[in-house]
């Protein structure tokens, strides 16, 4: 055998940033260079990187929300050692293997209104199978959606993408309305017009960090149904303990979705998977008869991988009591992060739930702030941001990122596990990193200029 994966990172490893931008988005190995993010990792356990020197990093970003048990969990790990030395006969297509079922059936205990799941591979995935389904079942083909959603980048779910930045040359997409979030005047009026199959909406919204208001989706889900159409509750993000109970929906009562997609934290950080959990007259009208019996399928869904790592992502949640962690070390970091806001003039806002925290920041009062505040959004909105994640990164090895294009907004989302230490340390840099922006000066500031220049020069 003349593979060594071993050999080839000792030798390759270390040309990472120049074999990216050679051959494959050219622009990412750039943007690190330029915001100082250009690390070398080489190790990762639970909610902490390590450099080559071993310092450690704080990781508040949990790949987007994927690592939700943390990385390189012991249990997933035997999992996967398990299921690959089991050399089971995977994806043969025409047979029912026993770990799709059993990770269904797993998953359905968490929403017992709902009977049935699609598996697939990503978030994305997931909501292109809950908007073909829900046209289906409806026979109605336009999609609602929330002013500044984000439901995925294929086309299906770009349809229903609230950041014009990201539709943005992909037209024509697929018929889709926008409404406000909280606003169900919006949601009837365009309900009243009879074509509409589905809502689909994120319990708490990742752009920016914004929660349905208080009986919303409840409302919303009478209006739906009462219109013959579906509540969709991408869960990709929220999903999964992210926000103190299994899923954002449930924090309120009575909201029971006709579909619901999850991703991201069920792969326990390895294997890619996506899943789509629905009602059994929608499943059963979609899979008919024998003839559509593939009628909406993925090559690799369901692969003995991907169930493995979401069965063992699953029984980590339980043993170690995951959800009451990401509420318990939540409150406390979102409660100290807010007793700052009235110390600090540039610091806004705290909301979210759970280990879903969002930070924004807003015009100072003092004059001598405010001109620079003023600078830096004159340049490009959302570059205090940015100003503020990178000395976190570089002073304080702390991992985060902002929350969305054009936002003054960093977006918490840590792997599940973390701790009260390391909600600690974030708070204790954070201050630190305020501390030296209210001071009006010092290396904050001086990157802030950096920052304004390159965005000058984009324009």
């Known amino acids: 055998m003349t593979f060594d994966l071993g050999k080839l990172l000792d030798e390759r490893g270390g040309e990472r940033y120049e074999l990216h931008g050679r051959h494959v988005n050219h622009q990412l190995p750039r943007m690190l260079h330029t915001i100082g993010f250009d690390k070398t990792y080489v190790r990762a356990e639970g909610a902490h990187f390590f450099d080559e020197e071993g310092n450690d990093y704080l990781d508040m970003l949990a790949g987007f929300g994927v690592m939700g048990i943390g990385r390189h969990h012991p249990v997933v790990r035997k999992a996967l050692h398990d299921v690959l030395d089991a050399g089971l006969a995977d994806l043969t297509r025409f047979d029912c293997q026993p770990l799709p079922g059993l990770l269904a059936e797993k998953l359905l205990t968490y929403t017992p209104h709902l009977d049935r799941v699609f598996f697939s591979n990503s978030g994305t995935e997931a909501v292109e199978t809950a908007l073909k389904f829900a046209r289906y079942y409806t026979g109605r083909t336009r999609v609602l959606y929330c002013d500044h959603a984000f439901h995925g980048l294929t086309t299906g779910s770009l349809s229903v993408n609230g950041e014009a930045s990201f ?4 037209a024509p997409l697929l018929p889709d309305t926008a409404v406000p979030l909280g606003d169900l005047d919006a949601l009837e009026r365009e309900l009243r017009k009879g074509d509409v199959a589905a809502l689909i909406v994120e319990p708490i919204q990742g752009k ?137 003039e540039l610091l806004y806002e705290v909301r979210g739930r759970g280990l879903m925290i969002g930070i924004e920041f807003g015009r100072p009062k003092s004059l001598k702030l405010r001109s620079r505040w003023t600078m830096l959004q004159a340049a490009r909105k959302g570059l205090f941001a940015q100003m503020v994640v990178v000395p976190l990164l570089q002073r304080h090895r702390i991992l985060t990122q902002v929350s969305g294009d054009h936002l003054e907004v960093i977006k918490l989302i840590p792997p599940l596990v973390v701790t009260e ?39």
């Open 421 to 459: 230490a390391d909600a600690d340390r974030f708070v204790e840099a954070f201050t630190q990193v305020m501390d030296d922006a209210h001071a009006g000066g010092g290396l904050i500031w001086d990157f802030g200029k950096t920052l304004v220049k390159q965005a000058v020069a984009n324009r």
């Open 208 to 344: 920016g960090v914004h929660a349905a208001p208080p009986g919303y989706l409840r409302a919303a889900q009478e209006l739906l149904h009462k219109h013959k159409a579906l509540l969709v509750a991408d869960e990709v993000q929220t999903g999964l303990g992210r926000t103190g109970d299994f899923y954002a929906y449930q924090h309120e009562d009575g909201v029971e979705p006709d579909l619901v997609c999850v991703a991201k934290a069920l792969s326990g950080g390895y294997v890619p998977v996506g899943a789509t959990l629905g009602r059994d007259a929608v499943f059963k009208k979609v899979y008919s008869s024998m003839d559509r019996v593939l009628v909406h399928s993925a090559s690799f869904a369901g692969n003995a991988s991907a169930m493995a790592a979401g069965l063992a992502t699953l029984a980590v949640m339980e043993d170690e009591e995951i959800v009451a962690n990401a509420r318990h070390v939540g409150d406390l970091l979102r409660g100290r992060l807010a007793a700052l806001v009235d110390t600090y």
């Open 167 to 170: 539709r943005d040359g992909f």
